[in-house]
């Protein structure tokens, strides 16, 4: 069986949903010869242990678009010199604000050249119109595409693109062994009547300063009530200190990244999931696995919803008002067959895995 290595372009190797999306098809691609390199641009590297025993290898570049000169440089000659390494190579972004290295990827002749879009929008204006620009220049670098979903796919202008789901393993989240209050204990969250959580990188985006205005509005309502906070990220430190100033400190947990997603949610009331914009997030497909009910934001791609524990609710709405529809949608009586909703929504990780190895075998291009 022919050996194929791809490199991975993403910005850093966190616990987000694309990074463990890539982690999973690394594990589940092994078996057929295909390896994962790693070229990122940032250190957060939370899944090193599996890179390296998955026998990839991490390189880090410069960060971009704040050391931009660097970053191209660094980009260019690391391709440069490794080039020969690839079959493929597998750029991600939210939008097509980083090219870079596709172009430098043709440049060197490297055959398959992917551009996977995981957003839908960008609320920078500086950021939109660089996108438009280079939804313009994609095609004549990548050759191959993909998106989290057709919205996605439009997004980028990427016609001949296809769709690959994210995927989630479904042991880990249909079969749950551990017990509720023993996962509590574990915690330290055994006192809380409902427990709120929210799952992301601390980033502009996920709109965590408006989530605290909500949960504020939520213990106002139900005093025993907690949120925890999964994740890091830039703004990690100014949600904290936001959190004392609102005396919120006994109230909310912050988890840091975990791989322990499924144990979180297992015991978790109600995610509430305010984004300014996304694609599909992965951590609303886990959390439909477990039954756990989503209160999310009508800025997120509405095929994110493939079970009724969904509701989207407009950000025109005051944090008072999303705590009211929060406290009502928990409340509610919500009961479907988890594993029929995932089927009727085409959500195989097996036909998914397929559709990338298509694409790393060269067998979907453009031209």
């Not at 991975?8 to 990074?19: F, R």
């Not at 997030?281 to 509405?302: C, F, G, N, W, Y």
């Not at 005051?318 to 705590?323: H, L, M, T, V």
Request: some cysteine; glycine content about 4%.
């Amino acid at each position: 069986m022919e050996k194929i290595r791809v490199l991975q372009c993403i910005n850093g190797l966190g616990s987000g949903g694309a990074e463990k999306d890539i982690i999973n098809w690394m594990e589940e691609l092994k078996s057929e010869n295909i390896y994962f390199d790693f070229l990122i641009r940032s250190n957060d590297i939370f899944f090193e242990k599996e890179v390296l025993e998955a026998k990839g290898n991490i390189y880090v570049v410069a960060s971009f678009p704040k050391h931009i000169i660097r970053n191209i440089k660094q980009t260019y000659d690391f391709l440069k010199i490794n080039h020969s390494k690839y079959n493929a190579i597998h750029v991600h972004g939210n939008s097509t604000f980083y090219i870079i290295p596709l172009i430098f990827a043709k440049k060197f002749n490297i055959p398959i050249r992917i551009f996977h879009v995981h957003s839908t929008e960008t609320t920078s204006f500086i950021s939109n119109m660089i996108h438009k620009f280079n939804c313009k220049l994609l095609p004549k670098y990548a050759n191959s595409g993909i998106g989290c979903s057709e919205k996605a796919l439009k997004y980028a202008n990427m016609k001949y693109g296809i769709v690959i789901k994210n995927m989630i393993n479904k042991k880990d989240f249909f079969c749950i062994n551990s017990s509720k209050d023993g996962i509590k204990k574990k915690y330290h969250v055994s006192e809380y009547k409902n427990i709120y959580i929210h799952i992301g990188r601390f980033l502009e985006v996920k709109n965590h300063k408006f989530l605290l205005e909500v949960f504020n509005e939520i213990k106002k309502i139900e005093p025993y009530s907690c949120l925890l906070l999964v994740g890091t990220g830039p703004l990690f430190e100014d949600i904290k200190r936001r959190v004392e100033i609102m005396n919120l400190t006994e109230n909310v947990k912050f988890i840091g990244q975990t791989t322990s997603v499924n144990e979180l949610l297992n015991i978790s009331d109600l995610m509430i999931f305010p984004s300014l914009y996304e694609g599909i997030p992965l951590t609303m497909i886990e959390a439909q696995a477990t039954k756990t009910k989503i209160l999310a934001s009508e800025k997120i791609d509405k095929e994110s919803a493939i079970s009724p524990y969904v509701k989207f609710y407009s950000l025109e709405n005051s944090a008072k008002e999303w705590a009211k529809e929060a406290i009502a949608f928990l409340n509610r009586e919500v009961d479907c067959d988890i594993e029929k909703c995932f089927k009727q929504a085409n959500y195989d990780f097996q036909t998914e895995i397929n559709k990338l190895l298509q694409i790393y075998k060269g067998k979907v291009v453009w031209k």
